[in-house]
């Protein structure tokens, strides 16, 4: 028999939800490295789907790096 998938949802791709209650928690117990984590995964996510030019590109990876420091 074929297990079912365990998760409710992704986000940008890489943040697997287990729940809509999960995503409830993420949402109440987001703290400033959390928003970070989040934002960052975001605009990966957008580059991976051609969102941004070139220039935009440099300019985001530049800010994720001064931000990671």
Request: proline residues 0%; negative net charge; contains cysteine.
């Amino acid at each position: 028999m074929e297990q079912e998938n365990s998760n409710y949802g992704n986000l940008f791709g890489s943040i697997d939800l287990l729940s809509e209650e999960h995503l409830e928690v993420m949402l109440t117990t987001m703290n400033t490295e959390h928003a970070l984590y989040y934002l960052i995964e975001s605009v990966k996510s957008a580059h991976k789907k051609g969102c941004y030019t070139i220039g935009e590109t440099e300019i985001i990876s530049k800010a994720i790096r001064v931000l990671l420091k």
